[in-house]
């Protein structure tokens, strides 16, 4: 299996494990071992199934505006969560290459491998939800119909973005590009920055 395959299969894990409850409150049951690659990969992916249902929710045009307060501080804790998670996978892959012979005019790739790998577990997302919305049976053909063309062009994004990251993971290991990391630094997370927070003191 190529690296790529491994990911998607564990995003899909994360995501239908959700599902068999569906609440956003369910505990999470990380199945794999506490220091692999994989184990991050699910919670990751776990982490963006639950935001993307909070995200639904928010939504709601009855909802009590105190629960859609409560829900956003959720959402806010869930994007930094989200953010710190990426950067632990970085670190593995930066752990991982760091015996790499780096070519001395090895290129750096526009956006880190967690990153990439980031938004693939959000279209494995996407290509879940799109797939519920073909199989309704509560909608009519041109409903399904719709959505059926945009799941054929999320399964094609996602088959481009694995194909990339699988290149860019080969690229490294061969030292012919180079991998960096910059701490994402959210200022309105950060009580001395975000002057909302600093001016109330």
């Known amino acids: 299996m190529s690296n790529t395959e491994i990911y998607n299969h564990v995003f899909n894990k994360a995501i239908i494990d959700y599902h068999i409850i569906d609440n ?13 690659l994989e184990n991050r990969l699910y919670l990751k992916c776990w982490i963006d199934t639950v935001q993307w249902h909070l995200e639904d929710l928010i ?33 593995y892959f930066l752990h991982q290459y760091s015996d790499v012979n780096v070519h001395p005019d090895a290129k750096i ?18 290509i879940y939800h799109m797939r519920e919305q073909v199989n309704r049976t509560d909608t009519d053909e041109t409903h399904r119909e719709k959505c059926r063309a945009k799941l054929n062009v999320l ?47």
């Open 24 to 36: 956003v409150d369910t505990p999470i049951n990380n199945p794999y071992d506490r220091d692999s």
């Open 59 to 91: 939504r709601d045009p009855h909802i009590n505006p105190l629960e859609a307060l409560s829900l956003k501080r959720r959402i806010d804790r869930s994007n930094q969560d989200r953010t710190n998670l990426v950067e632990q996978i970085d670190s």
């Open 109 to 126: 790739n526009t956006e880190s491998p967690a990153w990439a790998i980031d938004r693939l577990s959000i279209l494995a997302l996407k």
């Open 155 to 201: 399964l094609e994004q996602q088959r481009d973005l694995s194909t990339a990251i699988d290149q860019l993971l080969e690229d490294i290991a061969a030292g012919v590009k180079y991998m960096k990391t910059y701490r994402q630094m959210k200022m309105y997370n950060d009580p001395s920055t975000n002057p909302v927070l600093y001016k109330k003191k």
